[in-house]
């Protein structure tokens, strides 16, 4: 039996993350949520933990295009060197 996936978020986290996603100027934009994770019996309850949102890039595409490129330099930490 396939189990019922939820997303539940606070009320914080989902002004975060709509502000971010669409802030009216129509062009794409990416976020990442960290996520708790309840296994029940008939379902899986995943909860925000955490909004991480990735930069605006200047060159942001207008929604509804074939493909979209995100470079995650400003989000990901540095490759250590060792």
Request: glycine share 8%; with cysteine.
């Amino acid at each position: 039996m396939t189990k019922v996936t939820t997303l539940a978020l606070a009320g914080t986290h989902h002004r975060a993350l709509r502000a971010h996603l669409f802030p009216g100027d129509g062009l794409e934009a990416v976020a990442f949520l960290a996520c708790g994770r309840r296994d029940g019996d008939t379902k899986i309850r995943l909860t925000v933990q955490e909004v991480f949102t990735v930069p605006h890039a200047p060159d942001r595409m207008k929604l509804g295009t074939a493909m979209s490129l995100w470079s995650l330099y400003n989000f990901l930490p540095p490759p250590s060197l060792n």
